[in-house]
């Protein structure tokens, strides 16, 4: 047997695990659970890139994008579509990252770049806090009321 027809062997046995791999679902299962990785790529390229010397500055802002909105995308893939009810404030937040990551390593130290991130990612914040409170919330302030209102009365002075 020549190394022609050996290289020919291992290509055909390749192409037929492929073939079963495909029909099996393994590749769509894969790819239906991990699709996110392809957002979380490029952001994490683009990091890589800015940090060899070999892309400017502003990068910066689409890659700290695209890595947080792919962690949140992976968060929901994961774990179910209805956190999204709960992660959508981090949307706003993708872009404070990457404004703070242009104004903390790009050469640009313009106040208003560190301002917008700032109040974007405080935004984001309040939003989240809102959401929680909306949904899951509002019964921890009923707990904290009732407690309160008990500790009120038992805790009263007393007159003789």
């Keep these: 047997m020549n190394k022609q027809s050996a290289a020919v062997g291992v290509l055909v046995l390749a192409a037929g695990l492929v073939i079963l791999l495909g029909k099996l679902g393994v590749f769509a299962f894969i790819g239906s659970v991990f699709w996110p ?51 959508w404030p981090f949307f706003p937040f993708a872009v404070a990252v990457g404004l703070y990551e242009y104004y903390i390593f790009g050469y640009s130290r313009s106040r208003t770049i560190w301002t917008a991130a700032v109040g974007l990612a405080v935004l984001s914040l309040f939003l989240f806090a809102m959401t929680l409170l909306w949904t899951w919330g509002i019964y921890l302030l009923a707990i904290v009321l009732i407690a309160a209102g008990a500790w009120l009365v038992l805790n009263r002075p007393r007159i003789w």
């Design 37 to 87: 990785l392809f957002i979380l790529i490029p952001g994490i390229l683009l990091h890589v890139l800015y940090f060899g010397r070999m892309v400017p500055s502003e990068t910066l802002i689409p890659a700290g994008i695209l890595t947080v909105v792919s962690v949140i995308l992976l968060i929901g893939n994961w774990f179910g579509w209805d956190l999204m009810k709960y992660l």
